[in-house]
């Protein structure tokens, strides 16, 4: 039999000899019974004992935690990244606990709101002032329009501005700005005051070296930094008349139609008065759409809405021979997007001055 031998006695007994390892095993295996027995309870008790009082602890310090323990080794689940150091430090301090896991989200960074500083344009031509820009509050906007109204008349301005919290003010004296367009005067011939990147430059025409001074000195009251490039009783260079015509508000057509609004038409009429005070110029009138439509309407509406515009400065005086028109339809966006503010820029007429 396996484990057991058998030995003769000169008697004639047999006498079996027992291997000596099976008691042993069998009292490994009962002592074994006895842990299972007492330490899996005991276990579950420390178990629960550290889950109770940690969550207990966790909570006096103002944390919503999930947790659980296997032994003395826990895991803890918090609601914010933010609160993983301190739910640590206080279950690490918890009598019993060897270490402990701490869990959370991964903690969510707002993107910088990209801001861009305060843009502002005036257009003086002619006894009229046009104001185009965006700046940050509505009171901004105020300052400038209010500043040139007494002296031009509310009639005679034409706000266009736009309100943007988002862009940054500046040091610049924004009611100052208005005392520019004002120390230009209403003989002024397409003579516009550009805030851009903290930067006051002026261009344009005007009567006399005086009031070129004037507005010079109006703007560096306004501005730190000024450039004056004002032209006294002579056309201006091709790039001054580029800045002047860049600086018109946007060419409103009524919807899906080559037929200006009154707005559109107001634009087009300060147009006019640029090319009338620099009769060397001649401009291409480019149109643009939106992806709205199909590609071979928007070709269409470009065209047309760009040939309005040539022959609605026609009528306005300026010599046809001067003026080409084209239309590009949604080929050349400005900006990317199909969203109504990607859609607002992108659809546009241009007035690119020919070198």
């Given at each position: 039999?396996?484990?057991?031998?058998?030995?003769?006695?000169?008697?004639?007994?047999?006498?079996?000899?027992?291997?000596?390892?099976?008691?042993?095993?069998?009292?490994?295996?009962?002592?074994?019974?006895?842990?299972?027995?007492?330490?899996?309870?005991?276990?579950?008790?420390?178990?629960?004992?550290?889950?109770?009082?940690?969550?207990?602890?966790?909570?006096?310090?103002?944390?919503?935690?999930?947790?659980?323990?296997?032994?003395?080794?826990?895991?803890?689940?918090?609601?914010?990244?933010?609160?993983?150091?301190?739910?640590?430090?206080?279950?690490?301090?918890?009598?019993?606990?060897?270490?402990?896991?701490?869990?959370?989200?991964?903690?969510?960074?707002?993107?910088?709101?990209?801001?861009?500083?305060?843009?502002?344009?005036?257009?003086?031509?002619?006894?009229?002032?046009?104001?185009?820009?965006?700046?940050?509050?509505?009171?901004?906007?105020?300052?400038?329009?209010?500043?040139?109204?007494?002296?031009?008349?509310?009639?005679?301005?034409?706000?266009?501005?736009?309100?943007?919290?988002?862009?940054?003010?500046?040091?610049?004296?924004?009611?100052?700005?208005?005392?520019?367009?004002?120390?230009?005067?209403?003989?002024?011939?397409?003579?516009?005051?550009?805030?851009?990147?903290?930067?006051?430059?002026?261009?344009?025409?005007?009567?006399?070296?005086?009031?070129?001074?004037?507005?010079?000195?109006?703007?560096?009251?306004?501005?730190?930094?000024?450039?004056?490039?004002?032209?006294?009783?002579?056309?201006?260079?091709?790039?001054?008349?580029?800045?002047?015509?860049?600086?018109?508000?946007?060419?409103?057509?009524?919807?899906?139609?080559?037929?200006?609004?009154?707005?559109?038409?107001?634009?087009?009429?300060?147009?006019?008065?640029?090319?009338?005070?620099?009769?060397?110029?001649?401009?291409?009138?480019?149109?643009?759409?939106?992806?709205?439509?199909?590609?071979?309407?928007?070709?269409?509406?470009?065209?047309?809405?760009?040939?309005?515009?040539?022959?609605?400065?026609?009528?306005?005086?300026?010599?046809?021979?001067?003026?080409?028109?084209?239309?590009?339809?949604?080929?050349?966006?400005?900006?990317?997007?199909?969203?109504?503010?990607?859609?607002?820029?992108n659809r546009r007429v241009e007035f690119i001055v020919q070198q």
């Amino acid at each position: 039999m396996a484990g057991t031998t058998r030995t003769t006695l000169s008697t004639g007994w047999e006498v079996r000899k027992r291997n000596p390892l099976i008691p042993i095993g069998v009292a490994v295996v009962g002592l074994a019974a006895l842990v299972v027995t007492f330490e899996v309870p005991h276990r579950h008790a420390v178990e629960d004992s550290l889950t109770d009082r940690t969550k207990v602890a966790l909570a006096k310090a103002g944390i919503d935690a999930d947790v659980r323990f296997v032994g003395r080794d826990g895991t803890v689940k918090v609601g914010s990244a933010d609160e993983k150091d301190k739910a640590r430090e206080v279950t690490l301090g918890i009598d019993g606990v060897r270490v402990v896991d701490v869990q959370a989200p991964p903690k969510v960074t707002t993107p910088e709101v990209q801001r861009s500083a305060i843009s502002v344009k005036l257009l003086v031509d002619n006894g009229k002032v046009t104001l185009t820009g965006t700046v940050p509050a509505e009171g901004d906007r105020a300052k400038i329009a209010d500043a040139v109204k007494p002296v031009f008349g509310a009639e005679n301005v034409q706000d266009e501005m736009t309100v943007d919290a988002t862009r940054v003010a500046d040091d610049t004296d924004l009611a100052g700005l208005g005392a520019v367009a004002v120390a230009l005067g209403k003989d002024a011939k397409a003579a516009v005051v550009d805030l851009t990147d903290h930067v006051v430059t002026l261009t344009g025409t005007v009567a006399s070296a005086e009031t070129k001074d004037k507005a010079e000195t109006a703007a560096k009251a306004a501005a730190k930094s000024v450039r004056n490039e004002l032209v006294v009783g002579q056309a201006a260079a091709p790039e001054q008349v580029q800045t002047q015509l860049v600086a018109l508000p946007t060419v409103e057509f009524e919807n899906d139609s080559a037929t200006l609004t009154p707005q559109g038409r107001a634009v087009v009429e300060n147009a006019a008065s640029i090319l009338r005070a620099n009769p060397n110029i001649k401009v291409s009138i480019e149109g643009h759409t939106d992806l709205t439509g199909t590609v071979e309407h928007n070709q269409t509406l470009s065209e047309n809405r760009a040939r309005t515009v040539l022959d609605t400065l026609v009528s306005l005086g300026i010599a046809a021979d001067r003026l080409t028109s084209k239309g590009f339809g949604e080929s050349r966006p400005k900006v990317q997007g199909s969203d109504a503010a990607a859609n607002g820029v992108n659809r546009r007429v241009e007035f690119i001055v020919q070198q």
